[in-house]
């Protein structure tokens, strides 16, 4: 059976860590040659600069070759629905894209944005799933409606310097931006805190920031697995207090998906939810961290994203350690630590 990284809530927390403790590794011994010979094909549907760099360098790294396909601009436009006519921009079927890559590289990883249309059809993430369906090597999410791979780093990072991050309280909070971005990221965060049984807290405005059923459920089930605690907050104060890791992002509200001028007329009463200074003075002598990229004095003030306690750059270079281990654990090469 192939075994696929679409999302962590396919994967142990046991199998998790070791794909961490082998990142961890990697951090401190980077090159190594063990996928020699093996290639992967990283489809871009959407822009990227971090994972685009972290994949490529990390694939060479590990001394094997990196492709990179951008469909529409570099590559063919792919179809990823079923029993359709192909009358539209497309020239190509998911179903034939899989099976030629598949007979070329040795995996297949694609980032692919939710079309911000109709999120009862977005939330079934079709296209990672079509492409999963008809390859036949491993895939790997590098964003779709979640992050998987970002959640790896979150929580290298996280245990990097909590050490011991079981019934840790970890804080959500949503944050002021122009625009109504994806909930990938926040999707993710809920999804990996919990799974490994960290005190969870989700800080947004109102219930019309509250993250698709799915994720809440799951982190609900996560945390009572684990022992924790699962809440949801719309009080600066409750949920920052003895918070020990604050991570920030942005994202749209649900009720209005596919509308965005409706949506900025809840969003623009919200601009206070910045992370500033006064609002890390409630933690635990919290850490904060952001996936990047972040507007400054619009999502965290200058005084957070400049200070001790601020771990987004550690985050952001931690993605390259765990994505080589992942794709290592795919490609049953472990490191011989």
């Known amino acids: 059976m192939i075994k696929h990284f679409l999302s ?29 010979g093996k ?11 971090r994972t685009r760099t972290s994949f ?16 529409g601009q570099d590559a063919w436009g792919i179809e990823f629905e079923s029993d359709v006519v192909m009358d539209g921009n497309a020239e190509e079927h998911i179903k034939e894209v899989a099976g030629v890559l ?42 779709t409606i979640i992050h998987p791979c970002q959640e790896l780093a979150l929580m290298m990072t996280i245990k990097n310097h909590l050490k011991t991050v079981k019934r840790k309280k970890f804080v959500l909070t949503w944050t002021y931006h122009p625009k109504p971005l994806n909930t990938a990221v926040a999707n993710s965060g809920l999804l990996i805190s919990s799974k490994f049984g960290m005190d969870v807290t989700l800080l947004c405005p109102n219930k019309h920031y509250l993250l698709d059923s799915h994720y809440l459920d799951t982190a609900q089930a996560q945390c009572q697995a684990n022992g924790a605690n699962f809440e949801i907050s719309h009080d600066f104060e409750t949920a ?17 998906y596919g509308d965005p001028k409706a949506e900025f007329e809840q969003r623009k009463q919200f601009k206070h939810f910045r992370v500033d200074g006064a609002k890390m003075a409630l ?55």
Request: proline letters at 5%.
């Open 8 to 36: 962590t809530e396919d994967w142990s927390q046991q199998d998790l860590n070791q794909i961490l403790n082998e990142a961890g590794y990697l951090k401190e011994h980077p090159i190594q040659n063990n996928l020699a």
């Open 39 to 49: 290639s992967i094909a990283l489809l871009f549907l959407n822009p990227s600069m």
């Open 56 to 71: 490529e360098l990390g694939m060479q790294q590990l001394g094997g070759t990196a492709i990179v396909l951008q469909p």
């Open 102 to 143: 598949s007979s070329y590289v040795d995996m297949i990883a694609i980032r692919a944005f939710p079309a911000f249309q109709d999120w009862q059809v977005d939330r079934l993430d079709h296209k990672i799933t079509g492409l999963a369906k008809h390859a036949s090597v491993p895939v790997i999410n590098m964003e």
């Open 240 to 256: 920052y207090a003895d918070a020990d890791f604050v991570y920030a992002k942005s994202w749209g509200a649900l009720p209005f």
């Open 283 to 337: 933690t635990n002598q919290a850490k904060f961290s952001h996936c990047l990229p972040l507007r400054r004095n619009i999502k965290a003030s200058d005084e957070v994203m400049d200070a001790d306690y601020c771990v987004a750059l550690e985050e952001a270079e931690n993605r390259l350690h765990v994505q080589k281990a992942m794709m290592l654990n795919l490609m049953n090469q472990p490191i011989n630590m």
